[in-house]
């Protein structure tokens, strides 16, 4: 057996429950990175709104994708998840934005 495999269920009980906590870090920490993604692409909403914008950038999200996908690659990560991630967490922001612009429309032409 290899000298780091635990040699009882006990052990191997206490190995699981030591890499649950650090996955549970992890996902607290992705929890914490993406409310601060979410509080700055909201500022980018406010300034879409305020100065008509689109909502969409569709050449930078090409820029990201493929810096992204780059990024999976060296590290090991699904590329292909790695952009399903971002596609997912983006037409997020884009329905932010998209309301935050409708809103900002009603208060300049209120009925
Ligand atoms: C945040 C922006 O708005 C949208 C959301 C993006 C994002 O979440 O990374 C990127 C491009 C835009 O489609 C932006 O234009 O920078």
């Known amino acids: 057996m290899c000298p780091t495999e635990p040699d009882s269920a006990e052990a191997a ?3 699981l429950l030591r890499i649950r906590q650090s ?3 992890i996902d607290a920490a992705l929890v914490h990175l993406l409310a601060e993604r979410f509080k ?3 500022e980018v909403g406010e300034l879409k709104a305020e100065f008509g914008l ?3 950038d569709p050449d930078r999200e090409h820029r990201q994708i493929a810096r992204l996908r780059e990024l999976a690659v060296e ?3 699904d590329p292909e998840f790695a952009e399903k991630w ?3 967490v983006v037409t ?3 329905r932010h934005h998209i309301q935050a612009g409708a809103e900002g429309e009603e208060r300049e032409a209120p009925l």
Do not use: C, G, R, Y
Request: aromatic share 20%; no cysteine.
């Open 23 to 25: 996955i549970d870090n």
């Open 40 to 42: 700055f692409t909201q």
């Open 13 to 15: 009980w206490q190995k």
């Open 54 to 56: 689109p909502a969409s």
């Open 92 to 94: 997020e922001v884009i």
């Open 75 to 77: 590290s090991n990560l």
């Open 86 to 88: 971002f596609n997912f």
